[in-house]
């Protein structure tokens, strides 16, 4: 028996039961109790003579009164008495429980009432009710079950169907004209467009069409817009469907929506199918203790589909995922994910693509730069930049203006990474600390060889907690990183707390999230880079996740010795980093108090005025330089 005949043999059940239920405590009750009388209503109507004639049943007895005509009445015709015939009204028939009376025949005889056992013959309409009452719920029930049968998604018979949405290709709306940055997977895909659109080109000389495409790369850059685009882009039908929806509470039901995916994929091909997320299910079996799993069952059944006996000409699977390193093997090999393709964050001349993409339709000032925008933003992804010119647009609008400038991009792009500001005012005190903690930041960062330059400067709260921010903006993409430059980023990080330790001669719990990632950072130098003297080239991490946000964690199979290296090599990298800070603020006093001067009266400084100060303080060094050797020049004879 198959799961539709389980769930149709439960639901027949359940039918019945209520059919049951209905008549047993509800039509039945009130059928019978409308002219019910007690059994000692009926002894007193059987002494008083009042009843005519008896029908006894096995439970109930049904009995009809006389006529209740008084003698003085009655008309008189010529001294002749008649008598009033009249039809026999409902009310003179009762209905009373038959209990165990061994004198009831007895009594029935001494009171001349004619009685016997019928078989008791219902009205056409009596008949009606009787029948179709007590199965009215079970005909609707069989009609709401018939009816989603046929269709409908919430079916109780559709835990098998798969729940992928089809688009044709026309429908999907993507184009790769509608996508920005995305470089070589763009020029990947289009191979297999070229397979769909024009199959028999590549049949003579003997080439396959690929079985499936794996799109790995961080979250937010477009792995489901470059699937949608190569619907789009060959017209064939598109099956869209998340890994989760696979998955269900029954046992089978993964495998089952599976099948069916394929076999609808069959029907409307060539075709791609779009599994977003794919991790959700193809997860590594090495993963799962339990072997048995639904899980498991759901991975067997699209191994399978995607490279068994049968052939599936003509369908391309597609999948999605940031977490890579977790798949099943059997999933990744040639045959099922021919190709991973990596979708990675957008390069300079992606991202200025991706932004005139989305700023195609925004009333942009003349004096907008996209390039400038796309040079300040190394890092984001699409989702990112998108989520910019949006917000951009938003501001230009609230501040009620004809088109968006330059300024609301720049505010737009703080907002993404600092957050929204808040108007909350802070303490003189307070204030004071937090100017001198980021000028502090922003002074390092100056005065450190290596380090990315200062954007802005700001000490007004934001809404992800910062009482003030330094903004630093890389001046190019950034793929290698060298050891000089992590410990300069690690100075940078705790240029607050010496500014804090130089000034007030006590640090502040304002720097607990700098010593976070300034830790985070050594213990990444020490344990997966290979970059302490001690310890040596070796990795003393376990596998990080890929592409998602978190680091590696130590290994728990190093002993103590290690373990203690570790921390001591951690903390002397921290040590020196504070130290380097305190050193260059130390030297360039002056100009850490001028800048925290100038951010306590403008709340937020830039670039360009910070530098006035250090180039300010760097002449008058200089010049200093030049006439201390003229002063110091013994006199001539």
């Known amino acids: 028996m198959n799961k539709g005949q389980r769930f149709s043999v439960w639901y027949f059940l359940i039918a019945l039961i209520a059919a049951w239920l209905f008549s047993e405590f509800i039509y039945k009750p009130y059928t019978e109790s409308k002219n019910e009388?007690?059994?000692?209503?009926?002894?007193?109507?059987?002494?008083?003579?009042?009843?005519?004639?008896?029908?006894?049943?096995?439970?109930?007895?049904?009995?009809?009164?006389?006529?209740?005509?008084?003698?003085?009445?009655?008309?008189?015709?010529?001294?002749?008495?008649?008598?009033?015939?009249?039809?026999?009204?409902?009310?003179?028939?009762?209905?009373?429980?038959?209990?165990?009376?061994?004198?009831?025949?007895?009594?029935?005889?001494?009171?001349?009432?004619?009685?016997?056992?019928?078989?008791?013959?219902?009205?056409?309409?009596?008949?009606?009710?009787?029948?179709?009452?007590?199965?009215?719920?079970?005909?609707?029930?069989?009609?709401?079950?018939?009816?989603?049968?046929?269709?409908?998604?919430?079916?109780?018979?559709?835990?098998?169907?798969?729940?992928?949405?089809?688009?044709?290709?026309?429908?999907?709306?993507?184009?790769?004209?509608?996508?920005?940055?995305?470089?070589?997977?763009?020029?990947?895909?289009?191979?297999?467009?070229?397979?769909?659109?024009?199959?028999?080109?590549?049949?003579?000389?003997?080439?396959?069409?690929?079985?499936?495409?794996?799109?790995?790369?961080?979250?937010?850059?477009?792995?489901?817009?470059?699937?949608?685009?190569?619907?789009?882009?060959?017209?064939?039908?598109?099956?869209?469907?998340?890994?989760?929806?696979?998955?269900?509470?029954?046992?089978?039901?993964?495998?089952?929506?599976?099948?069916?995916l394929f076999e609808q994929a069959k029907k409307k091909a060539p075709c791609i199918i779009f599994v977003d997320e794919i991790d959700a299910i193809g997860q590594s079996r090495m993963r799962n203790f339990n072997s048995n799993s639904e899980q498991e069952a759901t991975l067997n059944q699209l191994l399978a589909e995607m490279d068994g006996f049968e052939q599936n000409n003509g369908v391309v699977i597609m999948g999605a995922t940031n977490r890579p390193e977790i798949l099943d093997q059997a999933l990744l090999r040639p045959g099922r994910f021919d190709r991973q393709i990596q979708v990675v964050l957008p390069t300079e001349e992606g991202r200025e693509e991706i932004l005139r993409i989305h700023t195609k339709k925004l009333p942009l000032d003349p004096a907008i730069?996209?390039?400038?925008?796309?040079?300040?933003?190394?890092?984001?992804?699409?989702?990112?930049?998108?989520?910019?010119?949006?917000?951009?647009?938003?501001?230009?609008?609230?501040?009620?203006?004809?088109?968006?400038?330059?300024?609301?991009?720049?505010?737009?792009?703080?907002?993404?990474?600092?957050?929204?500001?808040?108007?909350?005012?802070?303490?003189?005190?307070?204030?004071?600390?937090?100017?001198?903690?980021?000028?502090?930041?922003?002074?390092?960062?100056?005065?450190?060889?290596?380090?990315d330059p200062v954007h802005k400067v700001s000490i007004i709260p934001t809404t992800k907690g910062a009482l003030g921010y330094t903004l630093n903006m890389p001046n190019e993409d950034k793929y290698l990183i060298t050891e000089a430059e992590l410990r300069t980023r690690m100075a940078v990080m705790l240029g607050g707390r010496a500014a804090e330790l130089l000034v007030f001669s006590e640090a502040s719990t304002g720097a607990s999230n700098d010593l976070e990632r300034a830790t985070e950072t050594a213990r990444r130098m020490v344990t997966e880079f290979g970059m302490s003297e001690k310890l040596g080239p070796v990795r003393y991490a376990s596998p990080s996740m890929m592409y998602l946000a978190g680091s590696a964690e130590v290994r728990t199979d190093i002993g103590e010795n290690t373990a203690d290296l570790i921390d001591g090599e951690i903390k002397r990298l921290v040590n020196e980093a504070q130290e380097s800070a305190v050193k260059i603020l130390r030297e360039h006093e002056g100009v850490l108090h001028e800048v925290a001067g100038t951010l306590q009266d403008k709340e937020v400084i830039s670039h360009d005025e910070i530098q006035a100060i250090v180039d300010r303080e760097k002449s008058q060094s200089d010049s200093a330089m030049t006439q201390e050797p003229q002063e110091n020049q013994p006199a001539g004879n």
């Open 37 to 260: 009388v007690p059994y000692s209503d009926f002894l007193s109507d059987l002494e008083n003579s009042k009843i005519e004639n008896a029908d006894i049943t096995e439970s109930r007895i049904i009995y009809k009164l006389k006529e209740n005509v008084s003698p003085d009445k009655r008309p008189i015709v010529g001294g002749v008495v008649f008598t009033n015939k009249r039809t026999t009204s409902q009310n003179d028939t009762k209905s009373v429980v038959r209990l165990t009376d061994p004198f009831l025949i007895e009594r029935l005889s001494s009171a001349d009432v004619k009685f016997g056992g019928i078989v008791h013959r219902d009205s056409f309409i009596d008949l009606l009710m009787g029948i179709l009452l007590p199965m009215l719920p079970l005909i609707i029930i069989w009609y709401f079950i018939f009816k989603n049968m046929h269709g409908g998604g919430g079916s109780i018979f559709s835990f098998g169907r798969s729940k992928a949405k089809e688009l044709q290709g026309e429908m999907s709306g993507v184009h790769f004209s509608d996508i920005g940055g995305a470089g070589e997977a763009e020029v990947e895909l289009r191979e297999i467009i070229d397979f769909l659109k024009d199959p028999k080109r590549f049949d003579k000389f003997g080439a396959k069409l690929p079985r499936g495409v794996l799109l790995v790369g961080p979250p937010g850059t477009g792995k489901t817009l470059l699937a949608k685009a190569c619907a789009g882009e060959a017209g064939v039908p598109f099956f869209f469907i998340t890994g989760s929806s696979f998955v269900e509470m029954f046992v089978g039901v993964g495998a089952a929506r599976v099948r069916d």
């Open 369 to 451: 730069n996209l390039k400038s925008i796309a040079k300040v933003t190394p890092g984001f992804s699409g989702a990112d930049l998108a989520n910019i010119a949006n917000e951009a647009s938003l501001l230009a609008a609230r501040r009620k203006a004809d088109k968006v400038s330059m300024n609301d991009f720049d505010l737009a792009i703080e907002r993404v990474v600092a957050g929204l500001q808040r108007k909350t005012p802070l303490t003189p005190d307070v204030r004071k600390k937090v100017a001198y903690h980021e000028s502090g930041h922003a002074l390092v960062s100056c005065y450190m060889p290596g380090s």
